[in-house]
């Protein structure tokens, strides 16, 4: 079973959706990361939090740190919001991250 | 843009030669990555850095080495290549100091044939 799991693998919405992706993890954290990658693209940081919820535009972060899970909330969804979503968690101790499979997100006009 | 470059972007190679893959960074940050990205497997750690001439292994460090002589640069060695190391690799830094945010260089296909 993998440390980091997300939820869906793959969403498809229309344009002006909300949007939830899912992260749970079994292991414990120091923080937690949300990244973007484009197609073909290179990939961004999003969000690093350890607690309670970061906001940046469209964008929302949460975690509770006691379920061991996170949500990313995308609000009026737009078809450049279209990328895999990637979750990691920082191990307590370490400074290494361990990765989710990504999330694929499509929005369609 | 945490200043971070890769080179080369692209490069095909023979199955049994020698490949160097370079991370640079302009930042001087301590904390430096190389991580390779295949489909349903994820981003997984090759090896790391956490100063000059301070590395550790990763995940999947079979088949490679590392080499940090600078503080900007982070060298990763591929002694011998197989098609099996096909892969994007990403370099990354970590800024550290109470925040472990990473930042991604721009990657590198690397194509073994």
């Known amino acids: 079973k993998n440390e980091v799991e997300q939820s869906p693998q793959n969403l498809t919405a229309q344009e002006g959706e909300f949007i939830t992706i899912n992260c749970s993890y079994s292991?414990?954290?120091?923080?937690l990361h949300w990244l973007q990658q484009h197609p073909g693209g290179g990939i961004v940081s999003l969000f690093m939090l350890s607690s309670g919820k970061k906001k940046h535009g469209r964008l929302i972060a949460t975690i509770n740190i006691q379920e061991k899970h996170s949500s990313l909330h995308i609000t009026a969804s737009h078809p450049r919001d279209s990328a895999v979503y990637i979750c990691?968690?920082?191990?307590?101790?370490?400074?290494?991250?361990?990765f989710g499979q990504g999330t694929r997100l499509t929005i369609n006009p | 843009d945490a200043g971070i470059t890769q080179s080369p972007r692209h490069k095909v190679t023979e199955t049994g030669t020698p490949v160097t893959l370079r991370c640079h960074q302009t930042?001087?940050?301590?904390?430096m990555y190389w991580y390779r990205q295949d489909p349903g497997h994820g981003l997984r750690l090759i090896h790391y850095s956490y100063g000059v001439k301070d590395t550790d292994k990763g995940e999947v460090s079979d088949g490679y080495s590392v080499s940090r002589s600078k503080t900007e640069d982070f060298l990763l060695t591929l002694e011998s290549a197989t098609s099996s190391q096909t892969s994007v690799y990403f370099c990354a830094i970590s800024v550290g100091l109470g925040s472990y945010e990473q930042y991604f260089g721009p990657g590198t296909r690397l194509t073994v044939t």
């Open positions: 990691a968690v920082l191990i307590q101790g370490a400074q290494k991250l361990v």
């Open positions: 292991v414990g954290i120091s923080a």
């Open positions: 930042e001087n940050h301590r904390y």
